[in-house]
């Protein structure tokens, strides 16, 4: 299996906790481009500290910030 980013899952998060892209970039100590790059899919792949940094500051698990998928053989 194999665990993914999810820009859309991240952008509903997001906007579920009613932050804007400026306010996550500052709880996250990161960008507001980079938050930006993530959520339209310029930017795949944070690294785990970052990935840590946004589900702290939007208050969920990071898995949740994640999709699966099933690796082909």
Not at 14 to 26: H, T, V, W, Y
Not at 27 to 48: C, F, H, I, M
Not at 55 to 65: K, R, Y
């Amino acid at each position: 299996m194999t665990v993914n980013f999810d820009s859309r899952k991240f952008r509903a998060v997001r906007k579920e906790r009613g932050l804007s892209q400026e306010m996550l970039a500052e709880l996250a100590d990161t960008s507001t481009r980079y938050v930006s790059a993530l959520e339209n899919g310029q930017k795949r792949n944070p690294s785990a500290i970052l990935l840590f940094q946004f589900s702290d500051a939007l208050g969920v698990p990071m898995e949740d910030l994640m999709k699966s998928q099933e690796q082909e053989e």
